[in-house]
């Protein structure tokens, strides 16, 4: 498996391939960092699944520490949540640690286009982003949440932005993971990642969003900020979790903001207030 971008060019726009100047295809390896993105490829073949996120984490020099892991039940059916600040460490942290907890038997609601990425398709569990799932996806993803494997999820869907006083923060978190919860009847452990990316990615969001563009330019930059992070410890607070009998099916959206509000009381600082 090898990134192409000129190649993923032509395949895409092949009516206008010929006139894309290949300086513009050039600066788009360069931002997405097409020549480290294959080396991680490279050691992740022959891996599988949680192998392969542990061999990605070892090729940047990524730890995580985890506070308060025996909160984490060792039996029982669960929904893992977690706010999602990075868009792409943090992801590979999870499936590792709690991969390793749970023998390999996770799977990781992820967008559809992340199962380019063969590797981690043994975890990974595609969801339409930017489009109504068809019903043979909605089957397989209701199947999986009756079925014995731990459930992990970003409700905000994408990576947290800036908001207006500067503090990083999800963007709303979407009502499915109540519905599932409760259809599954499945508690759920809430988990705060600690960690951001650069300034220039959220100024990026704020400019295209100022702009009304609604395509996410900002995502081109993932890569860089994966890069940028290399070397780095992350720390992960895990909490207690919350039964599925406690959640409102009557007002999902409320409980989903009630959740996202319990994830980040786990925040280091705000852990420290309590005490």
Same mark, same amino acid.
């Given at each position: ?19 894309? #100047?290949?300086?513009?295809t050039?600066?788009?390896?360069r931002?997405?960092? *097409? ?6 490829? *490279? ?18 020099d ?10 984490? #039940? ?8 977690s706010?999602?600040?990075l ?9 590792a ?28 569990l ?6 109504? *799932? ?6 397989e ?9 731990? @459930? ?9 932005r &800036? ?8 963007? *709303? ?5 109540? @519905? ?10 809430? @988990?705060?990642?600690?960690?951001e ?15 009304? &563009?609604?395509?996410?330019?900002? &995502?081109?930059?993932? #890569? ?18 919350i039964?599925w ?7 999902? &959206? ?22």
């Open positions: 498996m090898v990134i192409d971008v000129d190649e993923l060019v032509r395949q895409r726009l092949p009516r206008y391939y010929r006139f894309i #100047p290949r300086w513009l050039r600066w788009l390896e931002i997405i960092h *097409q020549r480290e993105l294959n080396e991680i490829l *490279q050691r992740m073949c022959g891996k599988d699944g949680v192998g392969a996120a542990h061999e990605a984490l070892d090729y940047l990524i730890t995580t520490e985890v506070k308060h892991a025996d909160r984490i #039940p060792t039996e029982g059916r669960f929904i893992f949540v706010n999602h600040p868009g792409g460490l943090d992801g590979l942290s999870l499936i640690f709690l991969g390793g907890r749970y023998k390999g038997a996770i799977r990781f609601l992820v967008n559809d286009l992340l199962m380019a990425v063969k590797p981690l398709q043994p975890v990974f595609p969801v339409n982003k930017y489009g109504r *799932q068809s019903r043979g996806r909605a089957a993803i209701e199947a999986e949440y009756q079925g014995q494997k731990q @459930m992990i999820t970003f409700p905000a869907g994408l990576c947290s &800036m908001g207006k006083n500067g503090e990083i923060h999800d963007l *709303q978190w979407q009502k499915f993971v109540v @519905m599932h919860a409760i259809r599954s009847q499945r508690d759920i452990v809430p @988990m705060y990642f600690d960690g990316n650069s300034r220039f990615f959220y100024r990026m969001a704020r400019w295209r969003k100022r702009l009304g &563009m609604k395509f996410n330019l900002e &995502m081109i930059l993932l #890569p860089g900020e994966m890069f940028k992070s290399r070397g780095k410890r992350f720390r992960v607070v895990v909490g207690k979790p039964a009998q406690s959640l409102d099916a009557s007002h999902p &959206m409320e409980e989903a903001q009630r959740l996202a509000d319990i994830c980040y009381a786990l925040k280091p600082e705000n852990e420290n207030k309590k005490l």
